[in-house]
């Protein structure tokens, strides 16, 4: 129910029973990656659920003063973590973009790119798989060396020119659609059908991740299916405040997944699986769909999660390396699998699992925050890069997002260091028992 005078008047506002339990403790001030970084109760939690009812309650319009804060949230979850009050920050900070993308929808170049990004490319594979192929063909014709030796991207940005240069090469359209649409368990025992998301930034620059996890998913018991009908999860436009469109690749997703018999959906991407786990969120008015999306939420699994929770055969093989362990937010903070990563990397023969200082801050990757805010998003990245710690070989994370921020930071410092997913560290020990190399 929303009050009279509020400044939020379109549904799935944000609802009182969210922000009204702060307690203004401020335990949360202080995990604040934002708040960190500027000093301004603004940007803190305490200083948005504050802002967020102030606008519900109709004291405040929902102008700059609170568009700004909401806007710059890395809705990294951090907060909620440390929360007494079960706060839940990322919902409502979710929510009031949602408002602010009725009230005040992006215009001229910004309102264009963000409409053919997340309505007319992320939502239309072909058109995503499109996009690659241009991709692709810049990478490889030798367009992008000239490009490069022209100097012709120094009009750009230095984030947009330091994302250029880490962009991962695209692998060939076979490579992307290597997956076939079952691949048999081939462990001792059959633990059921695995469903595998394949995501649309993990598909395109991480196909390659995406087969290590079904074959590791494979290895220890599962049948896993990919539905092939299936669409990107719908996460970047919830972050935008774009929740019709995430409503709508929600409901393809929930259906195309119940229909595909998978006792459990495994994803091995923090953001998308978080937003996988919250589909029941954004059906709170729609009953129908509610309850289908519960039942979906309720089989998501990431894929460190789903091995430890099942079970997973400890690989032979031996990968003789020094790895530091980056907790991606929406990983540790919205999904709280901390444990699960590590366990499966200390379980690798010759692999020595570092800690860092921390390890879950936000690395300002963020879904597309690091390209909305660079200089918030870079200021990030600095700190989580003075944390690797000295004489390691790779750092592992759960995250596509995170690994693009971290070769960023990598290729800034000239740092030889592997930015690698635990499931891929994991992959290459099951590979080297088959080959013998133990
Ligand atoms: S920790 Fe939770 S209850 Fe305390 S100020 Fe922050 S959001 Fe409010
Ligand atoms: S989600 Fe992250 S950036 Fe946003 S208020 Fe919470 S801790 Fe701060």
């Known amino acids: 129910m929303q009050e009279p005078n509020s400044a939020f008047l379109w549904p799935d506002a944000p609802e009182a029973d969210k922000y009204s339990v702060c307690v203004h403790c401020g335990f949360c001030l202080e995990v604040c990656p934002t708040y960190q970084q500027l000093g301004d ?19 405040l319009p929902l102008d700059e003063s609170v568009v700004d804060p909401v806007f710059t949230c890395l809705d990294c979850r951090a907060c909620e973590t440390v929360c007494p009050s079960g706060v839940q920050v990322g919902a409502l900070i979710e929510e ?87 691949i048999p368990a081939t462990g001792s025992t059959d633990k059921g059908v695995a469903g595998l998301f394949t995501g649309c930034v993990m598909d395109v620059f991480f196909a ?24 990107c999860c719908g996460a970047l436009q919830v972050h935008a405040g774009d929740r019709d469109m995430a409503r709508q690749m929600a409901r393809r997703n929930i259906d195309v997944f119940l229909a595909s018999g998978a006792d459990r959906i495994i994803i091995n991407a923090a953001g998308c699986g978080a937003a996988l786990k919250e589909y029941p969120a954004l059906f709170r008015d729609d009953p ?72 879950d801050r936000c690395c300002g990757s963020a879904g597309i925050y690091n390209l909305t805010h660079p200089e918030m998003a870079g200021a990030l990245l600095e700190r989580k890069m ?45 590979q080297r028992e088959e080959v013998g190399t133990r």
Not at 408 to 417: F, I, P
Request: charged fraction near 25%; hydrophobic fraction near 40%; charge should be positive.
């Open 386 to 430: 003075d944390d690797l710690p000295d004489g390691i070989d790779g750092v592992a994370m759960g995250n596509p997002g995170c690994m693009m921020q971290l070769m960023v930071g990598a290729h800034r410092r000239q740092a030889d260091v592997e930015i690698l997913h635990t499931v891929e560290l994991l992959d290459l020990a099951y």
């Open 41 to 59: 109760e603004n940007h803190s939690p305490r200083g948005r659920v504050y802002l967020i009812k102030q606008a519900a309650e109709g004291v």
């Open 208 to 231: 390659d991740v995406n087969q290590a996890t079904a074959r590791v998913a494979a290895r220890n018991g599962w049948r896993v299916r990919v539905p092939k009908d299936q669409l």
């Open 96 to 182: 009031a973009r949602g408002q602010v993308f009725h009230a005040a929808p992006a215009r001229g170049w910004k309102g264009l790119i963000q409409r053919f990004f997340l309505r007319a490319v992320f939502p239309k594979p072909r058109r995503l798989k499109l996009l690659a192929g241009l991709l692709r063909f810049y990478q490889r014709s030798g367009l992008q060396r000239w490009v490069r030796k022209l100097r012709l991207l120094a009009v750009l940005p230095k984030h947009l020119r330091e994302m250029e240069a880490i962009l991962p090469k695209v692998p060939d359209r076979r490579a992307i659609d290597a997956l076939p649409p079952e």
């Open 288 to 359: 129908v769909y509610r309850e289908k999306a519960e039942q979906f939420s309720a089989r998501v699994r990431d894929i460190s999660e789903l091995l430890v929770e099942s079970g997973f055969e400890p690989p032979q093989g031996e990968v003789p390396r020094t790895i530091a362990y980056h907790d991606a937010c929406h990983l540790c903070h919205a999904q709280q699998v901390r444990t699960q990563p590590r366990t499966l990397l200390g379980a690798i023969p010759g692999l020595c699992l570092v800690e860092m200082a921390d390890s």
